[in-house]
């Protein structure tokens, strides 16, 4: 495993000029790389999209579906027999009011849970992530020279200055994973460069 510096920038232009500033540093150019993190939620682990299979403030959906299932019949039932007495209709409107009861019930049922645990779980979802989206600049360092890589960074604007293990191969850091906790270089490390 390879130790890695990152640092975040809000452009491109500024993170080659954070590289340029590495390289006149001393750094070398297969040891530097800069690449865009997109937002969270956008970095197309499935398919269809996004980062997780499952949107956590949906786990109790089916739940709340179920119960709004069960209390939208019985209320669209009671509806139906009532307009069944009042009116002298058909039978079959009040297994249509039922019908119709506890399809909108399994809706409202669905979403109110879906609010709840969405709520509970700090809405909307974070997935883990605390890493923002912009333009990263990696450099590939030894623990001799990654406080000075980092003053560089800082130096040339660079935000959220994180130090990392990692597979780095042809110049760039191959196994970077935008989901993993970034971890911030350690401040008393800072101070003393």
Same mark, same amino acid.
């Given at each position: 495993?390879?130790?890695?510096?990152?640092?975040?920038?809000?452009?491109?232009?500024?993170?080659?000029?954070?590289?340029?500033?590495?390289?006149?540093?001393?750094?070398?150019?297969?040891?530097?790389?800069?690449?865009?993190?997109?937002?969270?939620?956008?970095?197309?682990?499935?398919?269809?999209?996004?980062?997780?299979?499952?949107?956590?403030?949906?786990?109790?959906?089916?739940?709340?579906?179920?119960?709004?299932?069960?209390?939208?019949?019985?209320?669209?039932?009671?509806?139906?027999? =009532?307009?069944?007495? /009042?009116?002298?209709?058909?039978?079959?409107?009040? %297994?249509? $009011? +039922?019908? &119709?009861?506890?399809?909108? #019930?399994?809706?409202?049922?669905?979403?109110?849970?879906?609010?709840?645990?969405?709520?509970?779980?700090?809405?909307?979802?974070?997935?883990?992530?605390?890493?923002?989206? =912009?333009?990263?600049? /990696?450099?590939?360092?030894?623990?001799?020279?990654? %406080?000075? $890589? +980092?003053? &560089?960074?800082?130096?040339? #604007?660079?935000?959220?200055?994180?130090?990392?293990?990692?597979?780095?191969?042809?110049?760039?850091?191959?196994?970077?994973?935008?989901?993993?906790?970034?971890?911030?270089?350690?401040?008393?490390?800072?101070?003393?460069?």
């Amino acid at each position: 495993m390879s130790l890695i510096v990152a640092a975040r920038f809000t452009t491109f232009p500024a993170a080659e000029e954070a590289a340029q500033k590495l390289f006149n540093a001393g750094f070398v150019e297969e040891d530097v790389t800069l690449f865009f993190v997109n937002p969270r939620g956008q970095h197309a682990r499935y398919p269809i999209g996004g980062d997780s299979a499952t949107d956590p403030g949906a786990k109790g959906a089916p739940k709340g579906a179920g119960l709004g299932v069960t209390i939208g019949a019985v209320v669209g039932a009671v509806v139906g027999v =009532g307009i069944f007495a /009042a009116f002298s209709a058909p039978f079959i409107v009040s %297994l249509i $009011a +039922a019908g &119709v009861g506890a399809y909108v #019930g399994s809706l409202m049922g669905a979403m109110a849970r879906t609010a709840l645990d969405g709520e509970k779980n700090g809405f909307p979802p974070v997935h883990h992530e605390l890493r923002d989206s =912009g333009v990263l600049v /990696a450099v590939h360092v030894s623990p001799d020279n990654q %406080l000075d $890589a +980092a003053r &560089v960074l800082r130096e040339a #604007g660079g935000a959220a200055i994180e130090r990392a293990s990692g597979r780095w191969q042809q110049g760039r850091w191959a196994d970077f994973d935008p989901l993993k906790e970034p971890v911030p270089l350690d401040e008393y490390s800072e101070k003393r460069a």
